[in-house]
């Protein structure tokens, strides 16, 4: 149990376009998801907090506009990329809280954008 | 808001040893912190969690200390194994209206040599 799935798990893309990346909580209904962004060797850190059926609450200093996030149902979060450029890439990570389990989350694993 | 501070950034350990990590926190309202387990390219696993009710909890070769009143919590690995090389990242959570949003550590990078 416990599963979280992501797609793309890679991507490339042109500078100036979108990207959407999908995190769905494959046997369980997850009603908060995180969103993560991982440069190499560094932490985690957190973008948002997506809920289902309310707007996503953004960390400090993330745009967005820039990223958007949908939490459409209760297992499947969506974070576009907006307007793509070099400097977004990086290792995109979502998680979902266990429902039952206190603030228990499970890791998707990962999307790796490049974008060129 | 919270903000976790982790020790080492590296662990190097022979096979057979123990290894001990180490964060501390700032927000006394953290009720839940959680240890995962991050390979190269790969999601990170957690791999014990403990919660602010408990002072320590123990799976195997794994265990997590807590000591509320200093705000720090360690993770102990006994009889280390060369797949135990990984990051490591300790996390807290306040919960509550943050819905449980986790702050990392920086990270420990383990090897267990052979």
């Known amino acids: 149990g416990a599963v979280v799935s992501q797609h793309p798990s890679r991507v490339i893309c042109k500078s100036g376009t979108s990207v959407k990346i999908e995190c769905r909580s494959l046997?369980?209904?997850?009603?908060?998801m995180f969103w993560y962004r991982q440069f190499p060797k560094q932490s985690l850190m957190l973008m948002a907090t997506s809920n289902e059926g309310s707007k996503a609450t953004y960390e400090q200093g993330v745009e967005k506009d820039k990223f958007l996030i949908n939490h459409a149902s209760l297992t499947l979060s969506t974070l576009t990329v907006t307007s793509a450029h070099p400097e977004d890439s990086s290792f995109y990570i979502c998680?979902?809280?266990?429902?039952?389990?206190?603030?228990?989350?499970?890791f998707g694993p990962g999307t790796r954008l490049t974008v060129l | 808001g919270e903000n976790v501070e982790q020790h080492p950034s590296t662990l190097s350990v022979q096979e057979g040893d123990s290894a001990v990590i180490k964060c501390t926190y700032s927000d006394s309202a953290s009720n839940y912190f959680p240890w995962y387990k991050q390979e190269l390219g790969k999601r990170p696993q957690l791999i014990i969690d403990i919660r602010s009710n408990v002072g320590e909890k123990k799976d195997q070769r794994i265990a997590v200390t807590l000591n509320k009143t200093a705000k720090h919590f360690s993770l102990h690995i006994t009889e280390t194994q060369p797949e135990d090389s990984a990051v490591y990242f300790c996390?807290?959570?306040?919960?509550?209206?943050?819905?449980?949003?986790?702050?990392f550590g920086q990270g420990t990078i383990l090897t267990v040599h052979p």
């Open positions: 996390a807290a959570s306040t919960g509550g209206t943050s819905y449980g949003k986790l702050t």
């Open positions: 998680s979902a809280k266990y429902p039952g389990k206190g603030d228990t989350q499970y």
């Open positions: 046997d369980f209904q997850a009603t908060t």
